[in-house]
Antibody
Framework: EVQLVESGGGLVQPGGSLKVSCAASGFSFSFSDSTMHWVRQASGRGLEWVGRIGSKGGGYATAYGASVKGRFTISRDDSQRTAFLQMNSLKSEDTAVYYC????????????WGQGTLVTVSS | SYDLTQPSSVSVSPGQTARIPCSGDILAKKYARWFQQKPGQAPILIIYNDSERPSGIPERFSGSSSGTTVTLTISGAQVEDEADYYCYSAAGDNLVFGGGTKLTVL
């Protein structure tokens, strides 16, 4: 069974930093073939794409949404089957549940999500 | 506002057919996907490429597309189908989402 498990969420002050992780298991193919995304959802608001890091074959290319570009960084450790989201200069509007998502370019049927981790930015 | 538009709620009785539309200009050019989300659980992909169903998803779930609107249909909805349903699509590197539809089956 495919599982994505996020961890590392919590309470952080405005201007602070936090790093959340996404551990993958149960893949029937190499984790390095997957593209890892982060998506967030603030309470009472819609889903917002945060960014993604491409596969090994894609050169681990990254892309970010406009609201987080320059503040957030996505990375991965294929040996640990884990993706990371480093969040700096956090603002109150970054408060949300952060979900990781995994896709594979030539496997459109594969689109796995984690349960999410709550990040609260407040003083 | 959201890039894709869905009704906020749909209600049906068990055994009835539930239809959830999702509209947006991007859907004329890009495929849509749907996921189901129950409280406290991870979202689950139920439809991709507008109308394809991943392995393990019950046949009562189907998708269709016409112009700028895609529709999720649950034929013979069951109580366990009560959940939030979201449509989404890829717009270049970005993902765009609908606001979600709460399906009530009672």
């Amino acid at each position: 069974e495919v599982q994505l498990v996020e961890s590392g969420g919590g309470l952080v002050q405005p201007g602070g930093s936090l790093k959340v992780s996404c551990a993958a298991s149960g893949f029937s193919f190499s984790f390095s073939d997957s593209t890892m995304h982060w998506v967030r959802q603030a309470s009472g608001r819609g889903l917002e794409w945060v960014g993604r890091i491409g596969s090994k074959g894609g050169g681990y290319a990254t892309a970010y949404g406009a609201s987080v570009k320059g503040r957030f960084t996505i990375s991965r450790d294929d040996s640990q089957r884990t993706a990371f989201l480093q969040m700096n200069s956090l603002k109150s509007e970054d408060t949300a549940v952060y979900y990781c998502r995994s896709t594979v370019i030539d496997k459109n049927w594969f689109d796995a999500w984690g349960q999410g981790t709550l990040v609260t930015v407040s003083s | 506002s959201y890039d894709l538009t869905q009704p906020s709620s749909v209600s049906v009785s068990p055994g009835q057919t539930a239809r959830i539309p999702c509209s947006g200009d991007i859907l004329a050019k890009k495929y849509a996907r749907w996921f189901q989300q129950k409280p406290g659980q991870a979202p689950i992909l139920i439809i991709y490429n507008d109308s394809e169903r991943p392995s393990g998803i019950p046949e009562r779930f189907s998708g269709s597309s016409s112009g700028t609107t895609v529709t999720l249909t649950i034929s013979g909805a069951q109580v366990e189908d009560e959940a939030d349903y979201y449509c989404y699509s890829a717009a270049g590197d970005n993902l765009v989402f609908g606001g979600g539809t709460k399906l009530t089956v009672l």
